[in-house]
């Protein structure tokens, strides 16, 4: 009797020659988990609006996002593709629609405007998110390659001065604007002062100073 047998009592099991003793099964291989791909646009939303297009990085990417290259490229296309799409979904949310909003929902010319700005003022230097805005920041320097990313940034401005001027001159037309008015002096005007506005939110203006240019700008308001 084996020392097995004299110990248990119940006999040994027989291991075929040469067979391998029995091993714990293996895990299987699952895929990996899904990511939440609003979350990931919202972080790459933020990397792009802080960093700018061309010092953000596929690596700082997917850092960010929490997702493999390979899932970027998949889900995303390459990182141009995935910038066009966060600038779409940006010009959707409320800090890049605000403007539009303001626009549509007042009933006068300078009620808008007077809104666009002041909402800027507050919107433009909130700590929730990057300083300014990223349509107007996220590309004033890229790499010639890039030249693409830079237009679609720039034509996005121009419509939207194209938008205040058509509303200046319903304005003109309905007679809240004199008829002297200059639609496309004062849209470029009120243009000009909400790239400032950006800018000045980035190197730090609070709400506060900002709120101070609005109102200063709103006295030119013919």
């Known amino acids: 009797m084996s020392e097995a047998q004299q110990t248990t009592g119940t006999p040994a099991k027989a291991v075929p020659a040469g067979a391998a ?101 507050a919107i433009y230097p909130d700590p929730s998110h990057p300083a300014g805005c990223l349509v107007i920041s996220a590309a004033t320097n890229v790499a010639p390659q890039d030249a693409g990313v830079q237009e679609l940034l720039r034509e996005l401005r121009n419509a939207n001065l194209r938008t205040f001027e058509a509303r200046l001159q319903q304005a003109r037309q309905d007679g809240e604007l004199p008829p002297d008015a200059d639609p496309k002096a004062l849209a470029g005007y009120l243009g000009t002062v909400l790239q400032g506005m950006s800018q000045q939110a980035r190197d730090g203006a609070t709400a506060a100073d900002l709120a101070r240019t609005a109102e200063l700008a709103l006295r030119a308001w013919p």
């Open 21 to 121: 003793p029995d091993a714990p099964p293996r895990p299987r291989r699952g895929r990996p988990p899904a990511f939440d791909r609003a979350e990931a646009l919202a972080a790459a939303t933020r990397l792009f609006w802080q960093l700018g297009y061309d010092a953000t990085s596929v690596s700082d990417l997917t850092t960010a996002m929490g997702i493999r290259p390979g899932s970027l490229y998949a889900a995303f296309g390459d990182k141009r593709s995935l910038f066009e799409e966060v600038v779409r979904q940006y010009g959707r949310s409320p800090v890049g629609a605000f403007a539009t909003v303001a626009l549509t929902e007042e009933p006068t010319a300078y009620g808008a405007f007077a809104r666009i700005l002041r909402e800027a003022a």
